[in-house]
Each structure stands twice: as structure tokens, then as C-alpha cells.
């Protein structure tokens, strides 16, 4: 493949994952949500589960992808590194800025979340990709899941006893109180996004990023598809295995639970480009609402906090949510029709940017 050649099966995967994050997000009533729309409590995969490691996967495909073709065109390697602090800085500092909606407090800072975390995903694994090679960036891989196995598993504190994985009681807790408060690590004194756990999710941004080098080496071929398959369900199995032991648990970012989830992107990916980049099927509903959606990914996610600050203020939220639920609706289905609303006013915003060629690249 030439990495000029632009592969619209990654725009949809990107898009159709922050479509879903979006309904996820943003439902009617936490309260009222189906079962398949919400998180795990803990230990385990739950559909919503999978939404945040696909993104920070295809974020790392995308860098493969994408830097390729700036140092196929001889671009300097400074200007691509002040890029990417420059979009690294601009990430970070919009997720920063949606924590004060609605009310605009800034007498709290919550240094983490989604949009945090992509920033700080990002800006590793780019550096790595202009800085090291395919087996450097193997044993940093593997040496971040191996380390946090060893650091969550193998390690006590003054807490609690070493292999304690429990919400608050665990290494990464432990670890994140040591540089930041309590209060500044959310309501529950901890973070699922917090910065220990930071770095099983840069080894899901490298796994993106392997995968991604290897679709420009191998060129666009059958036999490409089929080893990004077979690599994706022997990532699955190891996850699965090492469950056994080291519990797939997204709130922590598990070591299991990156290999597992890196597995099933790096399958989605390969049916994907099976679909859209070598049958063409781009032309149905769901890609190109994928391409959409997928061309403006991180403004559509902020703008989702955006609307969602204006329909409560102004009480649209209610009026719908409620006014469904008083006519006699099932809570989890006037739920489910309020997150759909979310998910097509992003659309609105992406389609009104996508006709007009405006791609904005946060």
C-alpha cells in the first residue's frame, strides 16, 4: 500500500467508536441505561467496555499512517515534532475545559479524562514512531505490560497487601496519591483515567501504532487482512488467559485487558478494511456516517459536552426525557431515544463540517 493512499475503513472505525462513545456517554438517566450500555462495575467486558481502547488503537494506527506519508514527503522532523506538541498541548487543554462545564467552576482542576488521556496516548506514541524502530517500540510494549502486571500483582503498600485489585485499593491508586490529592482525583478519591493507568494505554496507542506500520510494509493485500486477524485472536487468547490471573479490568487498564482489546480492534480493523477498502462497501448508511463522523472525531466528542451543558440548561433535557417517561415510556427506552438525540446532534455539527471540507485537527 502506499501510505499516500488513504484508507477510508480507518475514518469509519474512528467515527462509528466516537459515535458510540457518544451514546454511551451521554444517555437520558445513568440510572435508567440498558445493561449493554453500561461499563462493568469491575472486573470483566461489558460492549461500552470496548469503546475506549478501539479509539486510543485506531489513534495509533492513524500516526503510523499519517507520519508516514509526512516522512515520505521529506517533511522535517522538527516541524513534525512541534506538531505534535502543538495538538498535543490543544487535546489536553479542551479536555481540561469540559470538566468546568456546565457551571464553569474553576475553583476545582481535574487534570484527568477521556480527552486527556488521547492527548497524552498520542503525543507518547507519535514520539515513538519518528524516534524508534518496530522492535524498539515491540519491547516498550511489552515492557509496560509486563512491569504494570508486576507493579499490581506482585507489590504491597502500606495499604494494602501486594495483588489487591480492588476500586481505591490498588497500586495505581496508590501511585497517582503519591504526585496528586485525593480531592483532585475525582469524587471517589481515585481516577479510572488517572496517570498510572496511563501507560497499559499508551501500550494500546503502540499496539495501534504496530499495526498501522505494518499495513504501509506489507502493502494492501489478502495476506495483510489475514495477518492482522490471526495477530488480533492470538491477542485474545493471551488476554484471556492472562484474565486468569491478572483480571481484565478496564477501570485499571489491565495489562490482560489491553492485549484483549488491542486483539478485537486489530480484528474489527482487518474485516473493516475488508469491507469498505477492498469490496467498497463505503457507500451504506453506517460508513458513511462512519467517514462523517470519523473526520471531525474530537470535535464531535467535545461538542457532545457542549450540547449536553445547552439542552440541560435550557431544560430541553428534561422536557424530552421526562415528558417521554410521563406519557408512559419505559425509563431505559426514553434513556436510549435522549442518547440517540446526542448522537445526532454531534452528527448535524460533523455533517454541516464534513460538506463543507472543514476538517478540523485536534
Not at 522535517?76 to 506538531?83: F, I, L, N, S, T
Request: proline letters at 3%.
Amino acid at each position: 500500500m502506499n501510505a499516500s493512499n488513504r484508507l477510508i475503513s480507518v475514518d469509519v472505525f474512528r467515527g462509528l467508536t466516537i459515535a458510540a462513545m457518544v451514546l454511551v456517554n451521554y444517555p437520558g438517566s445513568y440510572e435508567n441505561t440498558y445493561s449493554f450500555l453500561e461499563h462493568s462495575h469491575w472486573n470483566g467486558m461489558s460492549p461500552p467496555d470496548f469503546i475506549f481502547p478501539f479509539f486510543i488503537f485506531i489513534v495509533g494506527v492513524s500516526i503510523a499512517l499519517s507520519f508516514t506519508k509526512q516522512i515520505d514527503a521529506e517533511k522535517p522532523r522538527k516541524e513534525m515534532v512541534k506538531k505534535i506538541l502543538i495538538r498535543f498541548l490543544e487535546i489536553w487543554a479542551i479536555g481540561l475545559f469540559i470538566h468546568f462545564l456546565p457551571d464553569l467552576n474553576f475553583s476545582f482542576w481535574d487534570y484527568f479524562g477521556v480527552l486527556q488521556r488521547i492527548a497524552q496516548v498520542y503525543l507518547v506514541c507519535a514520539l515513538l514512531f519518528l524516534f524508534t524502530n518496530w522492535k524498539t517500540q515491540i519491547y516498550i510494549f511489552s515492557g509496560i505490560l509486563l512491569g504494570y502486571w508486576i507493579t499490581m500483582s506482585f507489590i504491597p503498600t502500606n495499604d494494602f497487601v501486594a495483588g489487591t485489585l480492588e476500586p481505591g485499593k490498588n497500586f495505581s491508586v496508590w501511585f497517582d496519591r503519591l504526585f496528586f490529592s485525593s480531592e483532585t482525583l475525582g469524587k471517589h478519591g481515585w481516577n479510572s483515567e488517572g496517570l498510572y493507568s496511563t501507560f497499559p494505554a499508551i501500550a494500546s496507542g503502540i499496539a495501534g501504532v504496530l499495526a498501522g506500520k505494518f499495513i504501509v510494509s506489507k502493502k494492501m493485500s489478502e495476506k495483510t487482512l489475514i495477518w492482522l486477524f490471526t495477530a488480533g485472536a492470538l491477542s485474545v487468547i493471551a488476554g484471556a488467559i492472562w484474565d486468569w490471573q491478572f483480571p481484565i479490568n478496564k477501570k485499571v487498564w489491565t495489562s490482560s485487558f489491553v492485549l484483549y482489546t488491542s486483539g478485537w480492534a486489530s480484528i474489527v480493523l482487518a474485516i473493516s478494511m475488508w469491507l469498505i477498502d477492498f469490496n467498497e462497501y463505503k457507500n451504506n448508511l453506517f460508513a458513511r456516517a462512519g467517514i462523517i463522523f470519523g473526520m471531525n472525531a474530537i470535535m464531535v466528542y467535545m461538542m457532545a459536552d457542549v450540547f449536553e451543558t445547552i439542552y440541560k440548561y435550557s431544560h430541553i433535557h428534561d422536557l424530552i426525557y421526562f415528558g417521554l417517561t410521563d406519557l408512559g415510556m419505559a425509563a431505559p427506552n426514553a434513556s436510549l431515544i435522549w442518547a440517540l438525540i446526542s448522537v445526532g446532534s454531534c452528527f448535524l455539527v460533523a455533517y454541516f463540517l464534513f460538506r463543507m471540507k472543514l476538517f478540523i485537527k485536534l
